[in-house]
C-alpha cells in the first residue's frame, strides 16, 4: 500500500518535473536476501528521502521499494537522480557470506519534464504516466 506524504496545496505548478525510482529485480533481492531485506529497503527510503528533500523534491507517493517525487524544476530533479545514485553507491551496505554480493540496491530512475496542475489528491495527467513508463524502460 502506497501512501501519499505531500497534499496537493504547495506542491509545483506548471511546468514541472517528475521522477520515479524503483529497486531493480526487488522481489528477487528481496528473497535473496530474507529478513534482512527490510534493514536494505528502510535505508534505502531514508538515504533517498534526504537526498529528495535537500533537492526541494515533494513526494508524492511511496508504494514498495517505489517513490514518486516532483521538482519544480528539472536542474534539481536530475540533480537528485546523481545525487541519489552517488548516495546508495556510497552507503555501506550490509554482506554476507551467503550473499553474492554486499546488499545494494540497484535502483532505476526515470524523470520527465511537461504541464501538470496539482489538485488535492496530486496530479493526474498523462505527463504522470509518460514519467512512469520512463523509469520502466528496459536498458
Same mark, same amino acid.
Given at each position: 500500500? !502506497? &501512501?501519499?506524504?505531500?497534499?496537493? =496545496? /504547495?506542491?509545483?505548478?506548471? @511546468?514541472?518535473?517528475?521522477? *520515479?525510482?524503483? $529497486?531493480?529485480?526487488?522481489?528477487?533481492?528481496?528473497?535473496?536476501?530474507?529478513?534482512?531485506?527490510?534493514?536494505?529497503?528502510?535505508?534505502?527510503?531514508?538515504?533517498?528521502?534526504?537526498?529528495?528533500?535537500?533537492?526541494? !523534491? &515533494?513526494?508524492?507517493?511511496?508504494? =514498495? /521499494?517505489?517513490?514518486?517525487? @516532483?521538482?519544480?524544476?528539472? *536542474?534539481?530533479? $536530475?540533480?537528485?537522480?546523481?545525487?541519489?545514485?552517488?548516495?546508495?553507491?556510497?552507503?555501506?551496505?550490509?554482506?554476507?557470506?551467503?550473499?553474492?554480493?554486499?546488499?545494494?540496491?540497484?535502483?532505476?530512475?526515470?524523470?520527465?519534464?511537461?504541464?501538470?496542475?496539482?489538485?488535492?489528491?496530486?496530479?493526474?495527467?498523462?505527463?504522470?504516466?509518460?514519467?512512469?513508463?520512463?523509469?520502466?524502460?528496459?536498458?
Amino acid at each position: 500500500m !502506497g &501512501s501519499l506524504t505531500t497534499p496537493g =496545496g /504547495d506542491l509545483p505548478s506548471g @511546468v514541472v518535473t517528475f521522477l *520515479f525510482t524503483d $529497486i531493480e529485480g526487488s522481489t528477487r533481492f528481496a528473497c535473496e536476501l530474507g529478513e534482512d531485506y527490510r534493514k536494505v529497503l528502510h535505508d534505502h527510503r531514508r538515504l533517498l528521502r534526504k537526498v529528495f528533500s535537500c533537492r526541494e !523534491g &515533494s513526494e508524492l507517493l511511496t508504494e =514498495g /521499494d517505489s517513490f514518486f517525487v @516532483v521538482f519544480a524544476n528539472a *536542474f534539481d530533479a $536530475i540533480d537528485a537522480a546523481v545525487t541519489a545514485q552517488e548516495t546508495l553507491t556510497g552507503h555501506p551496505w550490509p554482506t554476507a557470506d551467503r550473499w553474492r554480493r554486499p546488499a545494494r540496491p540497484r535502483v532505476r530512475i526515470g524523470i520527465h519534464t511537461g504541464y501538470a496542475i496539482p489538485d488535492n489528491q496530486g496530479y493526474a495527467s498523462s505527463i504522470v504516466h509518460r514519467a512512469a513508463r520512463v523509469r520502466r524502460r528496459p536498458r
